[in-house]
């Protein structure tokens, strides 16, 4: 396959990107942290240029917003009682929400930010300035957290497919002695999705990556598979590169989007990697239990009698 042309559209857009984070690196700096003299702005000016892009690239009836996932214990559709067991649950305050505003509404708006219901969400994705040991581990948490609430049924009450999950830095500062980086965060991650309770396949991050430097990516199972592993594999960025991850947002969030359980609509192509590239390394597998959680089945109807 080419793609050539994609892949320097995409290349000239991450540069773009990355020069206009490095405006506020100049005008504001901050020798010692590699970045600008407010670190909190600092981070939260990240997410402010991946929710932008985001927005920019894909389809119209998707919104990217910064906030809350609100999971009511209600009922659902005219007889879905699925929740019945449950109590009102929400998530932690996210960095990056992407939700399908078309089809599903949202409670309440301010700004940029939003609380939505757990069926309209596509993605969620984590932000840093640069990825630290510590965020692994408790990032990795928070969005498998995250993807439970989502869990939820399509019209014929099969599982729509869960959001794509996502930790993403400018750069890194996850640096070991006799181990990579990629390997410690891959280790990381299997000592904290191994440990009870047992996770799904969904409920384990996607993707992470430190725009400058690497991506590490979970490989997806044929749709007939039932996988009790998620396998993992790492990609170091060449100088002509760093748009891979930016591409592997928006084919994880299209991927969402388009999935079968959620529209019958035939994917585009819109993005491309070289067919070509070999993988820098192959990090491993982590253990799970099949791809999702059994949703509860649904209720029986009583049958009227011919007297009632």
């Known amino acids: 396959m080419d793609g050539k042309r994609i ?39 990240v997410e402010a240029l991946l929710r932008q892009f985001l927005q920019r690239f894909l389809p119209r009836s998707l919104e990217v917003f910064s906030g809350f996932v609100l999971r009511p214990a209600v ?26 505003s078309a089809t599903y509404p949202v409670y309440e708006r301010f700004s940029d930010a939003a609380i939505v219901p757990p ?37 014929d009450r099969r599982p729509l497919r869960g959001p794509f999950l996502a ?9 070991k002695r006799r ?7 891959f280790d990381t991650l299997r000592a904290t999705y191994e440990a009870d309770p047992a996770r799904t396949f969904e409920e384990t991050v996607g993707y992470i990556g430190a725009i400058d430097e690497w991506s590490i990516i979970k490989s997806r199972p044929s749709p007939q598979d039932a996988p009790r592993t998620a396998r993992y594999f790492y990609m170091a960025h060449r100088e002509s590169e760093r748009h891979l991850t930016l591409q592997h947002l928006l084919t994880g969030i299209l991927g969402v989007f388009y999935d079968p359980s959620r529209r019958a609509v035939r994917r585009p192509g819109f993005t491309a990697f070289e067919s070509q590239r070999q993988l820098d390394g192959v990090l491993g597998k982590i253990k799970v239990a099949g791809m999702r959680r059994a949703l509860a089945p649904a209720p029986k109807r009583r049958r009227k009698s011919a007297t009632s």
């Open 119 to 155: 069926e309209g969400v596509l993605a969620v994705i984590s932000v840093k300035k640069s990825l630290r040991p510590r965020d692994i581990a408790h990032e990795a948490l928070a969005l498998s957290q995250t993807s439970l609430l989502c869990q939820c049924e399509g019209p």
């Open 7 to 45: 892949r320097d559209f995409w290349a000239a857009e991450a540069e773009a990107v990355l020069a206009t984070y490095r405006h506020f690196e100049t005008l504001l700096p901050n020798g010692p942290t590699r970045g600008a003299s407010h670190a909190p702005e600092d981070g939260r000016y």
């Open 75 to 100: 009922k659902t559709a005219m007889h879905g009682r699925e929740r019945r067991h449950d109590q009102d649950a929400h998530s932690g305050q996210l960095d990056i929400i992407v939700h399908d």
């Open 179 to 185: 181990i990579t980086p990629q390997r410690w965060i």
């Open 167 to 175: 930790l993403v830095g400018m750069t890194s500062m996850i640096m």
